[in-house]
Each structure stands twice: as structure tokens, then as C-alpha cells.
């Protein structure tokens, strides 16, 4: 059973309709979370990272949040290069490996 | 160079062949990590090495051969692979094992066994 759970699996948007992507976790001693962003046929590239519940990141027209169930991506305005797959993976326990969700995959229609 | 580095970025092999897949990286990091990424499924760890040596191998099957001969590189030996084995293998190193830290991956390797 997955401890991350990402959705929606698939997103669909017009260009400048805002929308989030929804991270849910079900484990125990939260130690971190990272949200990353993967184009196609290339490796996760680093976006932020939240560290305890009521935490915020911003970084263009990307802003995630940590409540202590959930996290979102908040996309506003996106633009077609916003088009990728956004991947959670939380650090729970005293885990030192962190476990990833499936991932949303975004596309951002002109 | 600059980051996480994957060669080569594509391959092709039959299941007899044997090959290599290589990972540089330049960040002057201590832990490195290879995953199995497959369609619609989460990031399988494979292996991880901290500061040169093994710290997981993730229950993976022993045609799958890791090296590490030290912090900037990392190597996966590959061996009588199958064709279930075929899936983008991804590099990744962070600051240290022993913390939560983000992880920063390369480009990956799309392997294709025939």
C-alpha cells in the first residue's frame, strides 16, 4: 500500500488556468518532503523542500505547501513549459530513504 | 561538467549481453543512489553507497552488479538481464546518507533488453 499518494494521476490545463497538485502521505515522523519536476526521457530536477506542517516555498509560478497530511503544488498561470511530470517524496521515520509518489503528470495547453 | 552525469543514455543489449552503465558526479557530494523507474510506477531504490561503501540494496536480483570506487563515481553492471528488466535507470547523489537531504539526479540511462 502507498505511504505517498499522488493525484490527480493526469492534469490537464489552458495556459493561465491555475490549478494545484494534491501530495498525501500516511506516515509517521514527517522529516521531510521534496517536490520535484521530470520532462520527458529526463531525470527529476529538483524543486523545494518542506520541512514541518504550515511551511511555504515559492519559486515562480510554482508555490507548495505542508499541512501535516498533505502537500500541494500550487501552479498560477501556468505556461506550456509548466508541461512535465511533478513528483512528492517524503523522508518519514528514522528512514534515511525517501519514498516517492507516482507522480502527476501535467500538460499546459497553449 | 557540471552536476549528475549518465553515460551511456541509451542501450540496447540481449539478454546474454553484458554491459555497464556509468555515473559522475560533480557536486562534491557523498551519497550516491541508482533507481528503477518504470511507467506508472514510483521510483524503485536500488542501491545506495555512502561515502564508498553499501548501505541498502533494495532486495535487487544479483544480475545487477553495483560499484562504487569512490565518492564521484558509481557503476551498474549489468548481466543475463531480462526483458521486464527494461526501464529508464536513474542516478542521484545527495550531501550525505545520514540526513534529509534532496536528492539530484542525471538524465538516466533508457535501457532496452530485447
Known amino acids: 500500500e502507498d505511504q505517498v499518494t499522488q493525484s490527480p494521476e493526469a492534469l490537464r490545463l489552458q495556459e493561465g488556468e491555475s490549478s494545484s497538485l494534491n501530495c498525501s502521505y500516511t506516515?509517521?515522523?514527517?522529516?521531510?518532503l521534496f517536490w520535484y519536476r521530470q520532462d520527458p526521457g529526463k531525470g527529476p530536477e529538483f524543486l523545494f523542500t518542506?520541512?514541518?506542517a504550515g511551511e511555504e516555498k515559492e519559486k515562480e509560478r510554482l508555490k507548495a505547501t505542508l499541512t501535516k497530511k498533505e502537500s500541494f503544488l500550487h501552479i498560477t498561470a501556468p505556461k506550456p513549459e509548466d508541461s512535465a511530470t511533478y513528483l512528492c517524496?517524503?523522508?518519514?521515520?528514522?528512514?534515511?530513504?525517501?519514498?516517492f509518489g507516482r507522480g502527476t503528470s501535467l500538460i499546459v495547453h497553449p | 561538467e557540471t552536476g549528475v552525469t549518465q553515460t551511456p543514455r541509451h542501450l540496447v543489449m540481449g539478454m546474454t549481453n553484458k554491459k555497464s552503465l556509468k555515473c559522475e558526479q560533480h557536486?562534491?557530494?557523498?551519497?550516491m543512489y541508482w533507481y528503477k523507474q518504470s511507467a506508472k510506477k514510483p521510483l524503485e531504490l536500488m542501491f545506495v553507497?555512502?561515502?564508498?561503501?553499501?548501505?541498502e540494496n533494495n532486495s535487487v536480483p544479483s544480475r545487477f552488479s553495483p560499484e562504487c570506487p569512490n565518492s564521484s563515481h558509481l557503476f551498474l553492471h549489468l548481466h543475463t538481464l531480462q526483458p521486464e528488466d527494461s526501464a529508464l535507470y536513474l542516478c542521484?547523489?545527495?550531501?550525505?546518507?545520514?540526513?534529509?537531504?534532496?536528492?539530484?539526479f542525471g538524465p538516466g540511462t533508457r535501457l532496452t533488453v530485447l
Open positions: 517524496a517524503v523522508f518519514a521515520g528514522g528512514s534515511y530513504i525517501p519514498t
Open positions: 518542506l520541512y514541518s
Open positions: 506516515v509517521s515522523g514527517l522529516r521531510g
Open positions: 542521484a547523489s545527495s550531501q550525505v546518507m545520514a540526513s534529509y537531504n534532496e536528492q539530484f
Open positions: 553507497y555512502n561515502f564508498k561503501e553499501q548501505t
Open positions: 557536486l562534491g557530494h557523498n551519497a
